[in-house]
């Protein structure tokens, strides 16, 4: 078999799919990457960081584990997509150990914010991981990342209107998270056509993405309207 076959045909590269449903994944990974490049960069210019606190601490042990720890045979485009996402997450992490505490409103010292900081992200761990050992999550990790990603899709517009300012977000990250989650639940709704739970999930969180880009362009064409 040649390389190229190899690459079309093995489950471990891009077999798996369809040439649909890679092209979904693919389009996801992308958007999502975007998305992660504009929240890691903003933060030096603005000395705040959009990505809500709470799901910042879940979502980077989310991608450590998925990415290189559990092993399933998920394919090429998720793999890597995972462990890109994590490096990338590195750096907006960074940021919320910098800027994040400006979201909580509680007074929090910096020794205590950067101590809640480690106690969420070795829960989340241990909630992500015992999920899995149990057999409740998908192959491609999808039932988990998208409790994580409708926690972030529902909490993103409730910061954006507790913080009254929207020059502190990225009109374009709206739209990236929209198009990202997008593409990934279409492939959702045609891979696993049975799995309501997560199809469930990935509905919820497009109606918050689209009540998100909404509530912004709303925003920042009329903004005496919000």
Do not use: H
Request: hydrophobic fraction near 50%; charge should be positive; charged fraction near 15%.
């Amino acid at each position: 078999m040649s390389f190229w076959q190899t690459l079309a045909t093995d489950p471990e590269y891009f077999g798996r799919y369809t040439l649909f449903e890679n092209i979904c994944l693919l389009l996801g990974v992308v958007f999502w990457a975007y998305m992660y490049a504009v929240l890691l960069i903003e933060p030096f210019k603005k000395k705040f960081v959009e990505m809500p606190v709470f799901i910042a601490c879940g979502n980077i042990i989310w991608e450590l584990l998925w990415g290189f720890f559990i092993k399933e045979p998920m394919g090429a485009i998720l793999l890597w997509g995972y462990r890109l996402g994590f490096v990338l997450d590195i750096v907006i992490f960074y940021q919320v150990i910098r800027y994040g505490k400006k979201q909580i409103s509680l007074p929090l010292s910096d020794k205590a914010y950067k101590f809640l900081l480690g106690i969420l992200v070795v829960s989340w761990g241990l909630l992500i991981y015992t999920f899995y050992k149990g057999g409740y999550d998908l192959f491609t990790g999808s039932n988990s990342a998208y409790i994580l990603s409708l926690i972030i899709s529902v909490m993103y517009p409730i910061l954006f209107l507790k913080t009254g300012d929207p020059n502190m977000f990225s009109y374009p990250v709206s739209w990236a998270k929209f198009l990202g989650n997008g593409f990934f639940t279409i492939f959702i709704f045609l891979y696993f056509p049975d799995k309501y739970f997560v199809q469930v999930l990935s509905g919820l969180g497009t109606i918050a993405d689209i009540y998100y880009v909404w509530l912004f362009t709303r925003q920042k064409y009329s903004p005496s309207k919000v």
